[in-house]
């Protein structure tokens, strides 16, 4: 039997559905204290604000858009401590990178090794980490077609949410 981490208990399975959004933000700080004791890693105070602003709605955001508000919160708001910070998250499995949008967004599997998937609403902006299991398939396939060894994969499913299509 696995034990899920509150990352897997604690957010939405759909975050176009109504959902209390601070457990989202509290269970993802919850999570990432819990991964860094486990693998030795310090959770310093810019990343942990890092991830609470990623995780402050379900919209990927970009590096430049966190910051005003580290400024405002009198964080050393330079791009490359950002960056740095961004990085560190996205090494530990915390957060992931849009690629097409140049943003991130929250991991909803912290901690496991799995191909990113997303659905990606054009309208509102808000983003959906899909279970990727028909990309573990495809890149299987791939690998065994052409002899190569895939080291990371990214889908992007782009389109308009349940409360834009209304």
Known sequence: MTTKSPAETDHPANVYAPHDHHACVDSAVQTAKQLCASEGARLTPIRQRVLELVWQSHKPVGAYDLLPTLAQEGFNSAPPTVYRALDFLLELGLVHRINSLN??????????????????????GEAQELHASQIDQVSAQVEAMLGVKVQQQTTELMGLCPRCQA
Do not use: I, K, L, R
Request: charged share 5%; net charge negative; hydrophobic share 25%.
């Open 103 to 124: 943003a991130f967004v929250g991991c909803s599997h912290p901690g496991e090794s799995h191909p990113s998937c997303f659905f990606v609403c054009n309208q509102c």
